[in-house]
Nanobody
Framework: QVQLVESGGGLMQPGQSARLSCVVSGTVFTVYTMAWYRQAAGQQREMVATVRGDGTTNYADSVKERFTISRENTKKTVYLEMNSLKPEDTAVYYC?????????WGQGTQVTVSS
């Protein structure tokens, strides 16, 4: 079955950087759009960034110039490089695959930005 496993969350201080990883198994990887979403406490899940199979990227306005999404097809892995972290970036971050059958989700990884 298709599985997405995130890693790399934790407690960071404002201004620090962090990198999230998401490893996909159980399906081909290259052709599908991958995305990172986040959900803060009491709020709806929101798109953070997407990367298509051809490498085209898209970002939420709130993270442009600070976050970078990338993919490594040989490792079936998608990354989210987060720089200049802010307290408002605190959320559970989810990896998602826009598969032809449905959207698959990872279990999420907590990112907390606090001094």
């Amino acid at each position: 079955q298709v599985q997405l496993v995130e890693s790399g969350g934790g407690l960071m201080q404002p201004g620090q950087s962090a990198r999230l990883s998401c490893v996909v198994s159980g399906t081909v990887f290259t052709v599908y759009t991958m995305a990172w979403y986040r959900q803060a406490a009491g709020q709806q899940r929101e798109m953070v960034a997407t990367v298509r199979g051809d490498g085209t990227t898209n970002y939420a306005d709130s993270v442009k110039e600070r976050f970078t999404i990338s993919r490594e097809n040989t490792k079936k892995t998608v990354y989210l490089e987060m720089n200049s972290l802010k307290p408002e970036d605190t959320a559970v971050y989810y990896c998602a695959m826009d598969h032809i059958v449905k959207t698959y989700w990872g279990q999420g990884t907590q990112v907390t930005v606090s001094s």
